[in-house]
């Protein structure tokens, strides 16, 4: 019975964690091509589960159909932040960005609660929800959705950072931005793919998880703190550790919960967020040389 | 090749340059020397785009590119190198040189996405093309350790490696034999006019006298933010004005 309960939460805690691992690789992403935390990385999370919604709903789109098209106009709302609030920045510090970045998701969480409304919503999971018995435990088949979403485009991710020619050109900006500017590359275009990249993930993250968590206007404040979180636990890393990170934030979260308390579900993730800033803030699995331009 | 008018710098009070102009020619080797303060580092910083000079233009090849950002200057084919070597240090050395290719990978992001496998096979070429840059400048045996790892001679030699990957016509050196023993410097005066054999033009700025009188073909000398000279090798040696500046003045 106990051997079975932890089954289950690790199940579902496994499934909330790679949730946070892409949003979390979306904030390291963004953070490694500019040095900047982009705060309104959860607003495309929001804006992801939303749009699907209006794309079922008012437009009447099959769900394979809606899907790429609620990332796209998410996709394009990355882009324009990223011009008309990053770029147009003349002498950029970090401090500024940060905060422009933080006055941007009040924005864009303002828009939606006019377009959408302040009512929570529910997206239909992907393939029913008939459950799937798992040893003693069961998982919903949206699960599966999120886990096998999550790996695809954690390896596409990989590819393109390691085995293309932009990814490495990305990888490059974040190492040594000047030194990048001085062998062609166009570090201001590494940025706006850096929010192309991000905003989709954070889309696709927002998208799958909708299902199981329902969306509102205001999922992004959280989920974004959670998705940061697995980010800080991974060092800032936008590979293996920023996944394992959110893995262990969605695990713990979710056995906390369940043995402990539900109302603990958040400060958990807080807690754990303050002991890696107060140990180890290179991220667990980080050396502690901070090299990052 | 790269013509230089004019150039002004000043930094609050200071005047770093004061109206320094010369040109230099297509295939020449060309020092630019000059004591401690005398400007050069802020001259090259000036034209390879990293400052914004108060006044004064440069063109190259017959182009104004006066305030260009480093990258444009990077695709009109002029690269620097740096005198504290600026390597992507967490990334193996022919990533490092693969990175420097980049300008002419035609793979944006989108083509990335669409057309993955056609990206990859462009990814292996570009990474024949950069083991040809790590074999000449002799540190393909290395192509596999991080960049941050490498001793410095052997970082210089991976900085210029990368710069010859971007496929430059004209290449800036700041002070390359800086932090080089004998031995590597000697190495590098080969290298040297070697990239000068593949039609590249050079411009270096060194303090290293025997290297710039060794392999210069000219010699521009700054003082003060003013151009004090200009010549050959041995005309520079034998200037009374210059040797003045480097060692005191007697009256």
């Known amino acids: 019975m106990q051997f079975d309960q932890i089954l289950q939460y690790t199940l579902s805690g496994i499934s909330t964690g790679a949730i946070y691992a892409l949003i979390g690789i979306g904030f390291s992403i963004i953070y490694n091509a500019t040095g900047i935390i982009n705060f309104a990385q959860g607003e495309f999370v929001m804006l992801g589960g939303l749009l699907t919604l209006s794309c079922l709903e008012l437009l009447n789109l099959p769900l394979w159909a809606a899907v790429p098209c609620a990332v796209a106009v998410s996709t394009v709302v990355g882009v324009l932040f990223e011009r008309l609030a990053i770029r147009p920045l003349r002498q950029p510090t970090p401090i500024n960005l940060v905060i422009i970045t933080i006055g941007g998701s009040i924005l864009i969480r303002g828009l939606a609660m006019l377009v959408w409304g302040k009512d929570t919503h529910t997206i239909p999971p992907f393939s029913g929800d008939t459950p799937i018995a798992i040893g003693g435990a069961t998982i919903l088949p949206q699960h599966l959705w999120i886990l096998a979403i999550t790996l695809i485009i954690i390896v596409i991710n990989k590819i393109y950072f390691y085995h293309t020619i932009s990814g490495k050109a990305m990888r490059a900006c974040s190492y040594n931005r000047r030194a990048a500017g001085l062998v062609g590359i166009d570090v201001r275009r590494m940025v706006l793919f850096s929010f192309i990249i991000s905003s989709a993930m954070g889309a696709v993250a927002g998208i799958i998880v909708a299902p199981l968590t329902m969306t509102a206007y205001d999922v992004g404040v959280m989920l974004g703190l959670k998705g940061f979180c697995a980010a800080i636990i991974g060092g800032m890393s936008s590979g293996i550790s920023t996944v394992i990170g959110g893995l262990i934030l969605g695990v713990l979260e979710s056995l906390g919960a369940g043995l402990i308390s539900s109302g603990y579900k958040d400060a958990i993730a807080f807690i754990i967020l303050l002991l890696i800033m107060f140990i180890r803030p290179q991220g667990l699995f980080g050396k502690a040389d901070s090299e990052r331009v | ?251």
Request: hydrophobic share 45%; net charge negative; glycine share 10%.
């Open chain 2, 1 to 251: 090749m790269l013509e230089i008018s004019g150039i002004t710098q000043i930094f609050g009070g200071v005047t770093a340059l004061d109206t320094v102009s010369f040109s230099i020619a297509k295939g020449d080797i060309t020092g630019v020397i000059g004591p401690n303060g005398a400007g050069k580092t802020t001259l090259f910083n000036i034209i390879t785009g990293i400052y914004r000079q108060t006044a004064g233009t440069v063109q190259l090849e017959g182009k104004d590119v006066t305030g260009f950002p480093p990258e444009r200057l990077a695709r009109l084919a002029m690269v620097r190198t740096f005198q504290n070597i600026e390597l992507f240090g967490t990334m193996t050395v022919l990533e490092n040189v693969m990175v420097g290719m980049h300008t002419k990978s035609s793979s944006g992001l989108l083509a990335c996405a669409l057309k993955m496998p056609w990206s990859i096979s462009e990814e292996r070429r570009i990474r024949e093309g950069a083991m040809k840059w790590l074999e000449f400048t002799g540190i393909c045996d290395l192509a596999d350790h991080t960049a941050g790892s490498l001793p410095f001679g052997k970082g210089r030699l991976l900085e210029i490696a990368r710069a010859l990957a971007v496929g430059p016509r004209i290449i800036l050196m700041d002070e390359p034999a800086a932090g080089l023993n004998s031995q590597e410097t000697l190495a590098l005066s080969l290298l040297i006019k070697r990239i000068r054999d593949l039609g590249i033009t050079i411009v270096l700025v060194e303090h290293d006298m025997e290297l710039v009188m060794d392999i210069c073909d000219r010699i521009v000398v700054l003082n003060l933010g003013r151009k004090l000279k200009e010549g050959t090798p041995r005309e520079i040696q034998e200037s009374p004005e210059v040797i003045a500046a480097y060692l005191g003045d007697d009256d």
